[in-house]
């Protein structure tokens, strides 16, 4: 599977933005879709997921009750509705998903084979 992120962008603190990442070549439903964030010089870290077993929605405790993840299987689109947002969000997103993921290591990059290209979100403060 292809993916596509977009919707990055500048937006001051406090504020909102929606990250899309948009699939094509094989049905969006059959994976476990996450989003990752990574800063310069940084590890790539876990900020979403959407299981693909349960359906249900796990979250950073960094971005618990700020960031929503959620998924459009007709449109073959997941996205990450990100409120609230400090400057200690800016870096990179990135959207990923597979189909081999379990549940142990949903948090991790490396239970992820398909990568898509980052979006920058920048927050001013």
Known sequence: VQLQASGGGLVQAGGSLRLSCAASGRTFSAYTVAWFRQGPG???????????S?????????????????????????YLQMNS???????????AASTRVILSSMRSRDAYDNW????QV???S
């Open 85 to 95: 947002l400090t400057p200690e969000d800016t870096t990179v997103y990135y959207c």
């Open 54 to 78: 349960s359906g249900r929605e796990y979250y950073a405790d960094s971005v618990k009750g700020r960031f929503t993840i959620s998924r459009d299987n007709a449109k073959n689109t997941v």
């Open 116 to 119: 898509g290209q980052g979006t």
């Open 42 to 52: 940084k590890e790539r870290d876990f900020v979403a997921a959407f299981f693909r």
């Open 122 to 124: 920048t927050v001013s």
